[in-house]
């Protein structure tokens, strides 16, 4: 069965500091992979998506960035973060049927 | 823009009884609905998709739509204190990936012994 599998869960980091978040699915091959992000108020908002490696796009302006430099790993990164990046990020791969989430990081900038 | 609208509750319903999520969409096109849950400070899980006017039923389950009406929701019957989570309704963002969901803000559920 596929799994998939987001570090670290939760981390403190203050503005300006870089990021780096990643994500690798097992027991499939080839996935699309997104990353969403869950803001406090907000409803869930994909902010990349790939198909495959090298392929990113993106779905929102913002100073986060996201590549996949294998097959089943995607990596969510900032050079420098800002207080507006707070929140609850996702990743995610998809099947027919409906997508299906990692455990999620917690990111807080203070 | 797409959007997709549910109650942000609190909706409070008593163990054993039926609870009843409604979610309205935008987006006369389209064709396929999830409903996620959500516990506190945990990552969604999918727990249905309808793709057919109608009902469909898992469990104790039951998800319903209405394309007409814009409108799909779900039963949850023998409510259970573990129901208690947000539960989150989405729609494809056509255009875009497979995976490319629009969220509602979900409605957030307790059920009290």
């Known amino acids: 069965s596929q799994t998939i599998h987001q570090w670290p869960a939760t981390l403190v980091q203050p503005v300006g500091s870089p990021l780096s978040l990643e994500c690798t699915v097992e027991?499939?091959?080839?996935?699309?992979l997104y990353w969403y992000r869950q803001a406090a108020g907000r409803g869930l908002q994909l902010l990349f998506y790939?198909?495959?490696?090298?392929?990113i796009s993106s779905e929102v302006p913002q100073n986060l960035s996201a590549s996949r430099p294998q097959d089943r790993q995607f990596i969510l990164s900032s050079k420098k973060l800002l207080l507006s990046d707070s929140g609850f990020y996702l990743c995610a791969w998809s099947a027919s049927g409906g997508i299906y989430f990692g455990e999620g990081s917690w990111l807080t900038v203070v | 823009q797409k959007e997709v609208e549910q109650n942000s509750g609190p909706l409070s319903v008593p163990e054993g009884a039926i609870a009843s999520l409604n979610c309205t969409y935008s987006d006369r096109g389209s064709q396929s609905f999830f409903w996620y849950r959500q516990y506190s400070g945990k990552s969604p899980e999918l727990i249905m998709s309808?793709?057919?006017?109608g009902d469909k039923e898992d469990g104790r389950f039951t998800a319903q739509l209405n394309k007409a009406s814009q409108y799909v929701s779900l039963l949850i019957r023998d409510s259970q204190p573990s129901d208690s989570a947000t539960y989150l309704c989405a729609v494809p963002n056509y255009g875009g990936s497979q995976g490319n969901l629009i969220f509602g803000k979900g409605t957030k559920l307790s059920v009290k012994p």
């Open positions: 309808i793709y057919s006017n």
């Open positions: 027991g499939t091959s080839n996935p699309n």
């Open positions: 790939s198909v495959g490696i090298g392929q």
